[in-house]
C-alpha cells in the first residue's frame, strides 16, 4: 500500500484534522489527505477512490459538525473493503464531538479512538496501534488484557447500540437467520425482505448476510437509504435516480457515468435508463454475482415516484429468469413497515414477491442464551419479569443486561427506575427520544393513545406506519398493541 491510512473527515473540521495529519506524520505514519494528495483538475470522486484502495487503513473522523456528505459515501467504500479485504477501519472522535455522536450502524462496532479532551500522544500511540496492528514497546494493550489478571465483565462486553458485529457471540440467531443465509449464498440471484420493528436487528442480520455473499465470491453494494440520501434528494426524482446508481458505481469501484449522456440519455425515462445503466455499467464491467442490500428502504415510500423506483426493482426480479445478466444479482430489501403500506399497486411491488425474513423479538429460550452471555446476571425467576417488561426487544434486553451485569444497576433499581426519562432510568435515553417524537408530532401522540386504549389501527394511514416504524407497537390479528408493557406504561402515564 502507498499510504498508512485514509482521513475521512468532514470538510468542516479540516483544521481539526490537518493537525492530527501533522503528528501522525511526525510519527511516521503516511497519509492519505485531500488537501496533499488531490491533484489540480483530477475527478474529485475518482482520486478518493483511488486514495481508498492505496491505504492500509481508514480513520474515520467524526467532529462537532457530523458526517459530511462525502464522508458517508467514504464510509460506505471503507467498511465494503473491511468485509471483504478486512483492511481495519478506525473511528475517531474529535475534540468537540458530541458526547454520543450519531454513527451509521455498521461503523458503531467498530473499535475506535477517543480523541474528544485533545490530540495528545496517549491517542496518537492508540492511532498509531490500530493502523499499524502493532502495539507501541512497553505500552499496555487494552485488547490484550494480561492473563494473570481478573478482566471486570464490563471491559469484556461492547456497549450496547448499533449492528452487532458479525463473529460476535453476543448475536442471538434466530429461525429466519438460516433461511437468509441459505439463499444469499446461493449461485442464482434472490429477493430477500428483512421485515421487523426498529432496533430488532435487521442490520445485525443485514452484516451477516453482506460476510456470508462476500464468502460466496459475490461482490456487495450496501445503499443505507436513512444517511446516503438528503431531503432534497426525495423532492427529485432524476437526481435521486442518478445519486442511486453513482452511489452503486463508488461502492463497486466503478467509474460513475451519470453525467454523461451517452450513459444516461434525456430520451428515456428514469427507470429506463436506470435498467440500462445497471446492465451496461454496472453488471457488465463486474462481470459476476452482485448482492445489492438496502437499508431503511421505508423513507423511499413517501416520494413521489416511489412506486417506479419500487417497480425498477421488481422488474428486476422479475427478469432474472429472461435476461442472463440479472441472473446472479441478489436483492435484499430492509423495512420496518407492513409492504402493503409501502405500495399500493401488487403488481408493482418488489415486496411481494420477495422472500420474507420475519424477525421478530427475543423468545424466553433467546433471553436465556443472552443472559449466559451476561454471566448469568439475571436468575430464572428474574429473566421472566424482565421479559414480561420488555418482551424480549432485543436493543432494550441487551441494554438492561448490560448494566446489570456490569453493576451499573442493581436488578431492583432497574425494574424499580424502569419509566424514569430522568438520568437515574436504565431506559432514560431510549425513552426520552420517543417521548419528543410524540411530543412533537400531534399525529403521532393521537395514534399512539388510541393503540394503548383500543387496542386497535390508529385511523390515520401515516400514524400508523410510523409507529411500525419507530417500533412502538406491533400489529395483531384484531389491530394493535403497544410493543411491550415497558412502551404501554410509559406512554400511558
Known amino acids: 500500500m502507498k499510504f498508512d491510512t485514509f482521513l475521512s473527515y468532514n470538510s468542516k473540521d479540516k483544521s481539526t484534522v490537518r493537525d492530527l495529519r501533522e503528528q501522525l506524520t511526525r510519527r511516521g505514519i503516511t497519509t492519505w489527505f485531500d488537501e496533499k494528495q488531490l491533484p489540480p483538475g483530477q475527478l474529485f470522486q475518482k482520486a478518493l477512490e483511488q486514495g481508498l484502495e492505496q491505504a492500509a487503513s481508514t480513520l474515520i473522523c467524526i467532529g462537532p459538525s457530523g458526517i459530511g456528505n462525502w ?126 420493528p426498529r432496533q430488532i436487528g435487521k442490520s445485525s442480520l443485514l452484516q451477516r448476510l453482506v460476510a456470508t455473499a462476500t464468502t460466496a465470491g459475490k461482490q456487495v453494494a450496501y445503499i443505507n437509504v436513512q444517511s446516503d440520501f438528503d431531503a432534497a434528494n426525495f423532492e427529485d426524482a432524476e437526481g435521486f435516480y442518478r445519486r442511486f446508481f453513482a452511489l452503486v458505481a463508488l461502492l463497486l469501484d466503478l467509474e460513475d457515468r451519470t453525467n454523461d449522456p451517452q450513459a444516461w440519455s434525456p430520451k428515456l425515462s428514469n ?27 421505508d423513507r423511499i415510500s413517501a416520494a413521489s415516484f416511489a412506486t417506479d423506483f ?35 399497486s401488487a403488481h408493482q411491488s418488489p415486496f411481494n414477491v420477495a422472500t420474507p425474513i420475519e424477525l421478530d423479538d427475543f423468545d424466553l429460550a433467546q433471553l436465556q442464551r443472552l443472559n449466559s452471555l451476561h454471566a448469568d446476571c439475571l436468575a430464572a425467576a428474574e429473566l421472566e419479569r424482565l421479559q414480561n417488561l420488555l418482551n424480549g426487544h432485543p436493543y432494550l434486553t441487551r441494554s438492561a443486561l448490560y448494566h446489570i451485569a456490569t453493576g451499573r444497576h442493581s436488578v431492583e433499581d432497574l425494574f424499580a427506575n424502569a419509566l424514569l426519562a430522568g438520568p437515574t432510568g436504565p431506559f432514560a435515553d431510549h425513552l426520552s427520544r420517543y417521548q419528543r417524537y410524540l411530543a412533537q408530532d400531534p399525529v403521532l ?10 387496542r386497535a389501527r390508529p385511523q390515520d394511514p401515516a400514524g400508523h406506519r410510523r409507529l411500525l416504524w419507530l417500533g412502538l407497537i406491533r400489529e395483531t390479528a384484531e389491530g394493535a398493541e403497544p410493543r411491550n408493557r415497558l412502551y404501554e406504561d410509559f406512554f400511558a402515564r
Not at 271 to 296: F, S, W
Not at 445 to 454: C, E, G, L, P
Open 271 to 297: 427507470n429506463g435508463n436506470g435498467n440500462r445503466y445497471l446492465r451496461k455499467h454496472i453488471l457488465a464491467p463486474l462481470d459476476g454475482p452482485l448482492v445489492l442490500a438496502m437499508d431503511e428502504v
Open 445 to 454: 401522540s393521537t395514534a399512539m393513545a388510541t393503540v394503548i386504549k383500543d
Open 310 to 344: 419500487f417497480g425498477m426493482l421488481r422488474g428486476w426480479h422479475n427478469d432474472r429468469g429472461m435476461k442472463p445478466e440479472l441472473k446472479h444479482l441478489d436483492l435484499v430489501l430492509v423495512i420496518s413497515t407492513e409492504p402493503n403500506a409501502l405500495i399500493a
Open 71 to 196: 464522508q458517508a459515501h467514504e464510509i460506505r467504500v471503507a467498511l465494503n473493503r473491511a468485509v471483504t479485504a478486512g483492511v481495519p477501519v478506525i473511528p475517531v472522535l474529535l475534540p468537540g464531538a458530541p458526547r454520543e455522536p450519531e454513527l451509521p450502524a455498521f461503523l458503531a462496532e467498530y473499535h475506535g479512538v477517543d480523541l474528544r479532551e485533545g490530540i495528545d500522544e496517549t491517542g496518537i500511540d492508540q492511532l498509531i496501534s490500530g493502523i499499524t496492528r502493532k502495539h507501541p514497546e512497553g505500552a499496555a494493550d487494552p485488547a490484550r488484557p494480561d492473563p494473570e489478571l481478573p478482566r471486570p465483565v464490563e471491559s469484556a462486553l461492547p456497549t450496547v447500540g448499533g449492528a452487532v458485529a458479525p463473529g460476535s457471540p453476543l448475536y442471538i440467531e434466530r429461525k429466519p437467520d438460516a433461511t437468509a443465509h441459505r439463499l444469499i449464498a446461493q449461485p442464482d440471484g434472490v429477493t430477500l425482505t428483512i421485515r421487523g
